[in-house]
C-alpha cells in the first residue's frame, strides 16, 4: 500500500482500504517531465505537416498535442501528480494549449538555456519524450536530424554521436533525473533504446525513408504511447540517470557549410578541428546546453 493509503487505514475497513488502494506498481506523488517534438508524431513524414507554411500543419499539431495528451494520461494512471510539457518542436508554440489539462504547465518559445529540456531540475522523478526523431548520422528515420537539418552534420558528446533524444537524457542526467520512455518511428526507438539502455518504447511509424514511412492512425498511435507511459512508470525504479561520461563535457559539432565553423573557430574556448567541424568543451551538460543554444539559435541582427 501507498503511505496515502496506510494513512487513513486505521479509519477504514480492510475491505475499503483494498478497494481505495491505487494498482501495485503505482507510486504517488511523482513529478514528471514531458518534452514533445514533431518529426516523431502519428502521421508526420514531410515539411507539409512540420511548419506553420505545410499544408498538414494544423492537423499535426493537434496529433501532437493528442500524443501529449495520451502520455499525461499514462503517467496520471501510475501516480504522476505534478507535469512539466516542453513544446519543443520549430517555433515552440505547436502546441495547442486550451487542449491541454489545467493542472499541468508549459514551457514555449526560445532560446532556452537547456533547449528542449528547459525547465527540468533535480525535483523531478523521470523524463519522457514524445514524437522524437533518429539522429543526423543515422541512416535511417524520418526527418532524421540532430537539433537543425538544414545546418548540421553530427553532434557528439565526449566522442558519441548522439540524437536529440541522448542530448536531453544528457541533460536530464545533469539533475539525476532518469529517463522512463521515448514515442517516434522505428529507427529512433532504436537509436534511443541503443544508448539509454532498456527504457519503454512507443513505435507509431515505420520509416521507408527520410520522407515516407508506415504509419498507426492517430487513435491506434495514442493507445500505444498512453500504455508505454503507463508501463515506464509501473517500473520507474528500474531506470537510471544518463550520463556520456564523467568530468567536462566535450561537444563536437559538424557544419554541412564551411564558414560556421571558420567563424566560431575565431572564438578563444572553440577550437576548430577540421574544415566543417568545431569543439567546445563544457564543465557540464548546463553548459553545454547554453553553448549548443548559442551556435544554432544566434543571429546578428537578433532583435527583442
Not at 496515502?4 to 475499503?16: F, M
Not at 522524437?132 to 538544414?150: D, F, P, Q
Not at 541503443?194 to 520522407?211: C, M, S, T
Amino acid at each position: 500500500l501507498t503511505r496515502s493509503v496506510i494513512r487513513v487505514a486505521a479509519a477504514l475497513p480492510l475491505a475499503a482500504v483494498l478497494t481505495a488502494a491505487p494498482p501495485a506498481s503505482a507510486q504517488e506523488g511523482l513529478k514528471i517531465y514531458i518534452s514533445a517534438d514533431m518529426e516523431g508524431v502519428v502521421g508526420t513524414v514531410t515539411g507539409e505537416q512540420l511548419g506553420p507554411d505545410g499544408f498538414e500543419y494544423e492537423q499535426a499539431r493537434r496529433w501532437m498535442t493528442e500524443e501529449v495528451n495520451a502520455a499525461i494520461r499514462g503517467a496520471r494512471t501510475a501516480g504522476a501528480t505534478e507535469i512539466l510539457v516542453s513544446d519543443s518542436h520549430g517555433n515552440g508554440q505547436n502546441l495547442l494549449i486550451d487542449q491541454l489539462p489545467a493542472n499541468i504547465q508549459v514551457v514555449r518559445s526560445w532560446p532556452r538555456p537547456l533547449m528542449m529540456m528547459q525547465g527540468i531540475d533535480e525535483s523531478f522523478d523521470g523524463a519522457i519524450y514524445i514524437g522524437y526523431h533518429a539522429s543526423t548520422t543515422n541512416t535511417e528515420g524520418v526527418r532524421a536530424h540532430t537539433m537543425s537539418s538544414a545546418n548540421l552534420t553530427s553532434v557528439k558528446l565526449n566522442g558519441i554521436p548522439m540524437a536529440e533524444g541522448g542530448i536531453n537524457a544528457a541533460i536530464a542526467g545533469q539533475f539525476g533525473v532518469p529517463n522512463l520512455m521515448v514515442s517516434g518511428d522505428d529507427a529512433t526507438i532504436d537509436e534511443v533504446r541503443g544508448l539509454l539502455g532498456d527504457i519503454e518504447g512507443a513505435v507509431v511509424k515505420w520509416n521507408y525513408g527520410f520522407h515516407s514511412a508506415r504509419t498507426l492512425t492517430p487513435e491506434a498511435g495514442l493507445e500505444v504511447i498512453r500504455e508505454k507511459v503507463a508501463a515506464a512508470m509501473g517500473r520507474i525504479d528500474d531506470f537510471s540517470p544518463y550520463s556520456p561520461g564523467g568530468g567536462p563535457i566535450t561537444v563536437d559539432i559538424s557544419f554541412k557549410h564551411y564558414m560556421p565553423g571558420e567563424m566560431l573557430g575565431y572564438l578563444p574556448n572553440v577550437e576548430r578541428i577540421d574544415s566543417h567541424t568545431i569543439r567546445f568543451v563544457a564543465a557540464d551538460m548546463v553548459e553545454a546546453s547554453k553553448f549548443m543554444e548559442f551556435v544554432t539559435s544566434y543571429r546578428v541582427d537578433a532583435t527583442p
